[in-house]
């Protein structure tokens, strides 16, 4: 009775083990697919992730690639188009060469689920402790309540990455430059190379399935930081 007991729980447990492991699976498939912004499905889009990983097993490794290759090769900017939804598709950006930190995560993830590694969008509020004095007279506040980011889910866990600043870009204002090393958090760094105060994360606003279009631009209209 004993070894029947036995063997009908580890029965049970496998059962529900499988369907476990289903239901996780059904909610990484998501993290796999397009969505109108996030056309990981397009060509140019597909192409240049195979570029990226070529000769690359690894999820780990990809991701890396994924991340510099999206870090340095769209180089910052926050003056080039974003007041309309295309702005915001990856391939648009990707086509670009240039975009603001939303943008550039929207592409990261694209990207990497192009090359099989489930990924989604993140918002986060922060505060920068650099901007310049003419922008925050204009914008009211060094406050940037949607600053975009990246997840990436590798050997079974959530990682956060920030390909924001291209490696120019940190040179030129003597910023500390975000590097990934495929296992833990890439944020930015709170201060600057000669230890001035810089990022500050006020707000994690949660992962999303899909950009929050209407929700970024009422915030950024409300900064005063687009012109429509």
Not at 153 to 169: H, R
Request: charged residues 25%; neutral net charge.
């Amino acid at each position: 009775m004993h070894f029947r007991h036995h063997n009908s729980f580890c029965s049970m447990y496998a059962w529900f083990s499988a369907r476990l492991d289903e239901g996780l699976n059904m909610d990484m498939k998501k993290f796999l697919e397009p969505t109108p912004y996030i056309d990981c499905d397009a060509e140019p889009v597909k192409e240049k992730a195979r570029e990226i990983v070529q000769g690359l097993t690894a999820q780990r490794k990809k991701a890396i690639k994924i991340f510099y290759a999206v870090r340095d090769g769209i180089k910052y900017t926050i003056y080039g188009k974003r007041s309309l939804p295309e702005h915001f598709r990856a391939s648009f950006v990707l086509s670009s060469g240039e975009g603001y930190c939303v943008q550039k995560a929207i592409l990261l993830v694209a990207l990497a689920r192009a090359a099989s590694i489930p990924a989604r969008l993140r918002l986060a509020a922060i505060r920068s402790h650099l901007v310049p004095k003419e922008m925050l007279e204009k914008r009211g506040s060094n406050l940037f309540p949607y600053h975009g980011y990246a997840d990436l889910y590798l050997e079974g866990s959530w990682v956060k990455v920030t390909p924001t600043f291209d490696i120019d870009s940190c040179v030129d204002a003597g910023l500390r430059p975000v590097d990934f090393d495929g296992e833990h958090d890439a944020l930015l760094p709170s201060t600057t190379l000669d230890g001035r105060l810089h990022i500050e994360y006020v707000e994690d606003r949660g992962s999303f399935e899909d950009v929050p279009f209407d929700t970024i631009m009422a915030a950024s209209l409300r900064h005063k930081y687009v012109k429509i």
